[in-house]
């Protein structure tokens, strides 16, 4: 008789200890399910969270497009060439609103001394008298440079120019260009003559260059400012 109750004893404690781990599973794996990372897939970053538009380097970040540059007119008829167009037209500007200024001359005076220098040599390049020519033009503001355009100068005006300064006499216009004061055309004097005619009309021969006289009254001009 006990030992039939030790039995029964027995699987009672068996049926409750299986009972128990049965119990014990159903929370792990509960507990498992609920540590498992998901299986969903990640979504995509929300547009919020895209790069700002406002991100994108602006209009006003790139490099500021470059002026145009404002340059002299030479094509026009009978049109002066740019360097005496910077000459005469400097010199018509004065007394205007244009007129170049003593911070102008102080800085165009060096330019225009080199240029006269290069002028007196045999030797000078092309080149190099524009690229001082280019640097003028870069001292002149585009109001100057558009008021020397507007005078629309021509070989007439520098003429002109030269008589109303004495470096030449008016000529006859009766007579032929080449004529003079003489009436006989130049190319029909001997060199002596021809000398003479040209001193008689305060004609500068070319060789000593009205282009360095120019030049040297617009250094007077500068100097004097």
């Known amino acids: 008789m ?7 004893t027995i699987l ?5 200890a299986a009972c128990g781990g049965s ?4 929370d792990s794996a509960d507990s498992a399910s609920a540590s498992a990372p998901t299986s969903a897939p990640v979504s995509a970053p929300a547009a919020s969270e895209a790069p ?12 500021a497009a470059v002026a145009a540059t404002i340059a002299l007119n030479e094509e026009y008829e009978d049109a002066l060439t740019i360097k005496n167009q910077l000459i005469l037209g400097a010199m018509r500007l004065e007394g ?3 007129a170049i200024s003593a911070e102008q001359a102080k800085a165009l005076l060096p330019y225009w001394q080199f240029y006269r220098s290069l002028t007196a040599s045999d030797t000078t390049a092309t080149e190099e008298t524009t690229a001082v020519q ?14 020397i355009n507007a005078l629309q100068l021509t070989n007439v005006d520098l003429q002109d120019y030269y008589v109303e300064t004495g470096i030449k006499e008016a000529k006859d216009e009766t007579l032929t260009p080449e004529a003079e004061s003489t ?3 130049m190319k029909d004097l001997s060199p002596e003559a021809k000398a003479t005619a040209q001193a008689e009309r305060g004609i500068v ?21």
């Open 2 to 8: 006990k030992i039939k109750n030790l039995l029964v």
């Open 12 to 16: 009672v404690i068996l049926l409750l």
């Open 23 to 26: 119990d014990d599973g159903a």
């Open 52 to 63: 700002a538009a406002s991100d994108a380097p602006a209009a006003s970040d790139a490099p």
């Open 96 to 98: 205007t609103p244009n």
């Open 134 to 147: 280019n640097q003028i033009l870069a001292a002149l503001t585009p109001d100057q440079i558009q008021a």
């Open 183 to 185: 009436g006989v055309p």
């Open 205 to 225: 021969p070319r060789a000593s260059g009205l282009g360095t006289i120019l030049i040297d009254n617009m250094i007077a001009l500068l100097e004097g400012k």
